[in-house]
């Protein structure tokens, strides 16, 4: 996207906030596992405080963000300045931005309640399964049922190698 070109005669430091680039939001909300309780676990790695993180070249420099932050970017654009994503689920490896909620700095220090923030909506699509699809502040869509699916057939996966069938299975 044209806006996160940065222009050469200025000064390179990163912005702050980042902007996180869309292709870079979009990996961050779907490279995930998704857990029986709702959780989306993102598959890139944690970082010491808990939290996996994402990176990408930017005019020479290296970002890296929280993946939770750009997974919020992909859902309900950029996180204005000042603002942080509280997990409501606990889960520091959480993506699902339905776990996730905008808060200001001094609210989530203070373990407050959370920002008004916009909700996705039901649109008219359906998807491949003909569940309603849900349309994000972003624009982003997504199928909450299919999600939920693909977790559940995980879990059945997970238990049948666990208990050692898989073989007698296949
Ligand atoms: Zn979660
Ligand atoms: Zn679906």
Redesign the pocket.
């Given at each position: 996207m044209r806006m996160f070109r940065s222009d050469p005669r200025k000064s390179r430091m990163p912005q702050n906030p980042i902007l996180i680039p869309e292709r870079v939001a979009e990996r961050a909300a779907t490279r995930i596992d998704v857990t029986e309780?709702?959780?989306?676990e993102s598959t890139y790695s944690v970082a010491s405080h808990g939290y996996a993180q994402i990176g990408w070249q930017d005019g020479g420099y290296r970002q890296v963000v929280t993946a939770h932050r750009a997974s919020w970017v992909h859902f309900h654009g950029q996180i204005p300045p000042g603002m942080t994503i509280d997990?409501?689920?606990r889960?520091r490896r959480?993506v699902?931005p339905d776990?996730l909620q905008l808060m200001t700095n001094v609210k989530n220090a203070r373990g407050g309640g959370g920002f008004h923030q916009q909700k996705p909506v039901p649109t008219d699509e359906r998807c491949s399964r003909g569940h309603i699809v849900l349309r994000y502040p972003s624009g982003a869509k997504h199928c909450r049922e299919c999600a939920q699916e693909w977790a559940r057939r995980k879990a059945a996966r997970q238990l049948l190698k666990r208990s050692g069938l898989e073989d007698q299975a296949a």
């Open positions: 309780e709702g959780c989306w997990h409501r689920c889960n959480c699902n776990h």
